[in-house]
């Protein structure tokens, strides 16, 4: 099915552990973006990407890297994992024209660093 | 500092109630807000509002926006258990293509 696929769709980490989370997406959508939500608060931006080869920071990047070499996909790695990196992660893409609504999201990571 | 409050955080009704979902925003450089529906994981559309007292309508939602009071409402109509969600909103902004700051959502779970 078309989409943007996530994996893992769970993961514990220990405290210090690095681990990239995946997302992948077949729509040819330029614009592609990696949000966390947690309880109580907003989805909030952690990085961004328009384009392969181009990305750029969000709200909330510091403890995250990421790189888009492809249009297809979009990677979110952590460093060094920390406790207050537990949260629900979501990708998301749309097309350029549309960067204003009508994203589409992944089905979501739940991450838990103890 | 951009700010989007939803009201009520959650809200338990019976089916074939109908609700209003709120969400207020306080933001520099307004463009669009958005409506999402969000049942077990991925976020998915609803609406985008640019123009105010134009109601926006799909089946047995309806969304209207007030950009001098700066709201929004999402109605539910007859709603059913179905309509059971997180609903969000967000905003966008004129001077950014790439963010938009959201809402914590309203939790609306439908009783048979």
């Known amino acids: 099915n078309a989409g943007v696929t996530q994996t893992p769709k769970f993961q514990v980490l220990k405290t210090g552990q690095s681990m990239t989370l995946q997302c992948a997406q077949d729509?040819?959508?330029?614009?592609m973006s990696w949000y966390r939500q947690d309880p109580g608060m907003g989805l909030r931006l952690i990085h961004y990407?328009?384009?392969?080869?181009?990305?750029d920071q969000g709200e909330v990047p510091n403890g995250y890297n990421v790189s888009r070499s492809t249009t297809e996909d979009f990677p979110l790695r952590l460093l060094s994992a920390a406790p207050s990196q537990t949260s629900v992660y979501f990708c998301?893409?749309?097309?350029?024209?549309?960067?204003?609504?009508?994203?589409?999201f992944g089905s979501g990571t739940r991450l838990t660093v103890v | 500092e951009d700010k989007v409050v939803q009201s009520p955080l959650s809200l338990v009704v019976h089916e074939g109630d109908t609700v209003t979902l709120n969400c207020s925003y306080e933001?520099?450089?307004?463009?669009?807000l958005l409506w999402y529906k969000q049942e077990k994981k991925a976020p998915t559309f609803l609406f985008m509002l640019?123009?105010s007292g134009i109601e926006k309508k799909s089946g047995r939602l309806s969304s209207i926006l007030d950009k001098k009071e700066l709201f929004s409402i999402l109605n539910i109509t007859a709603t059913q258990t179905g309509d059971s969600a997180v609903y969000l909103c967000?905003?966008?902004?004129?001077?950014?293509?790439?963010?938009?700051?959201w809402g914590a959502g309203t939790k609306l779970i439908i009783k048979p």
């Open positions: 933001v520099t450089n307004f463009r669009s």
């Open positions: 967000a905003v966008s902004f004129l001077d950014s293509n790439y963010q938009l700051i």
């Open positions: 640019t123009s």
């Open positions: 729509m040819n959508h330029e614009y």
């Open positions: 998301a893409s749309t097309p350029i024209d549309r960067v204003n609504y009508g994203y589409t």
């Open positions: 990407s328009v384009g392969a080869g181009i990305t």
